[in-house]
């Protein structure tokens, strides 16, 4: 799915954006409703080749909303690849990215996090915000954060993303393809979540987390 509008006004310079998602419907709703707004130029893909394709034609774009599971791209693997062929101002567009995960995304240099729940208006905000150079982050991402760092199970980093994909369903081989690990690293990791938690399995290790606010 491949769609683009574009509206410029003489007085204003228009930024290009591109979204990089394979939700065609949400991609089209952006499209159509940014259609009547100026100063935008909005390009969007479904695969990540695609998008990776079009900086290549186009050159570096403005803002960059990237989706964190993609057909060709799982987890973050493509994120630092759009970073370093956009010079930047990649922001992760999700609607499961949990706080361990944004956390790591920002580590790794995108620009922010973007919910797929985001209203068209503070969208915009957002947009304008990374193409300055800035970094947006939603006042819910915040909050989160802030019950992280109060949680007492002291957690590690690792176990911290581990929990988050096991609160998204994954299976232990999709936990090793999203962040890179060994089969056995994340077995250890699953074992090691579940003693700190005190809870006897992975789901009901997910469930305390949701219900706690870790995740």
Do not use: W
Not at 77 to 88: K, P, V
Not at 117 to 145: F, Q, V
Not at 170 to 198: F, P, T, W, Y
């Amino acid at each position: 799915m491949a769609a683009q509008v574009m509206v410029e006004t003489p007085d204003q310079e228009t930024l290009q954006v591109l979204i990089v998602d394979d939700h065609s419907l949400l991609a089209e709703i952006i499209v159509s409703s940014f259609s009547a707004m100026p100063g935008l130029t909005i390009d969007s893909v479904a695969l990540a080749a695609d998008g990776l394709s079009k900086i290549d034609k186009n050159g570096p774009y403005d803002a960059i909303l990237l989706d964190y599971d993609l057909p060709d791209a799982k987890g973050l693997s493509a994120l630092t690849t759009f970073i370093e062929r956009n010079n930047g101002r990649v922001a992760i567009f999700s609607g499961v990215a949990g706080v361990s995960i944004i956390q790591q995304a920002l580590r790794l240099g995108a620009s922010g996090y973007i919910p797929k729940t985001t209203t068209l208006s503070s969208l915009k905000n957002a947009i304008h915000m990374i193409a300055d150079g800035d970094i947006y982050l939603p006042a819910e991402y915040i909050r989160n954060i802030e019950k992280c760092e109060a949680h007492p199970y002291g957690l590690t980093q690792r176990e911290q993303l581990v929990l988050n994909l096991l609160g998204e369903g994954m299976q232990n081989k999709e936990i090793c393809r999203a962040l890179d690990m060994e089969l056995a690293v994340a077995k250890l990791s699953i074992r090691g979540i579940c003693n700190k938690m005190s809870v006897t399995n992975r789901t009901q290790a997910a469930i305390l987390a949701k219900t706690s606010g870790l995740i």
